[in-house]
């Protein structure tokens, strides 16, 4: 019996070892998981504020230039997805929203006087900290998500996660892939 007592101690604490980990690593995986929520919770409120801003600066540059109907629909359209957007669909409404905001400063370009209009300015400026917005936001979720997708890599917490059904988290777009978007100069139509 005495001999017996040392081999129970150790599969008890190798045991409690095994199952403190599982819960550690548990607790880790749902912890990333809602920040990843969280963040992209913010991204989608930073983009709805985009889309508010860049309505506003239709409305700025209006008197203008006429806006075709669909600028608005399209805008209406993204608000309406991003309630329930995921990581792709948010690299979808982002990538749409970059491509009315070139539009929009490409008819800014055309009209000297509507550049030095004080709300175009001040909302424009708005925009650009929104942006930086956007982009702290998408750096903070992706390195949230490459940690969590790491953990589901690496052994030995590939275990807990495969075993409580977790799958890896998708990425949102880095901003390089807009780079060469952005060196576009959009087309400009005002029917």
């Known amino acids: 019996m005495n001999a017996l007592l040392p081999v129970v101690i150790v599969l008890l604490v190798l045991l409690l070892s095994l199952a403190s980990y599982f819960f550690l690593s548990y607790n880790r995986f749902q912890s990333l998981k809602n920040a990843g929520e969280a963040t992209l919770g913010q991204v989608e409120v930073a983009m709805r504020k985009r889309l508010d801003m860049i309505e506003q600066l239709v409305e700025s540059v209006k008197s203008y230039a006429r806006f075709e109907r669909e ?53 424009m400026n708005a925009i650009k900290e929104l942006e930086e917005e956007i982009a702290r936001h998408r750096y903070t979720y992706n390195n949230i998500v490459q940690e969590f997708n790491t953990k589901l890599d690496v052994v030995p917490s590939k275990f807990v996660g495969s075993s409580i059904g977790l799958r890896k988290m998708e990425y949102l777009e880095e901003y390089l892939e807009f780079r060469e978007e952005k060196l576009r100069r959009p087309a400009v139509s005002w029917s």
């Open 71 to 123: 600028t608005y629909e399209k805008i209406t359209s993204m608000r309406a997805s991003l309630g329930k957007a995921g990581a792709g669909e948010l690299n979808r409404i982002d990538a749409e929203s970059r491509s009315l905001l070139g539009n929009l400063l490409a008819v800014a370009e055309n009209y000297p006087a509507l550049k030095t209009s004080e709300t175009v300015m001040v909302t």
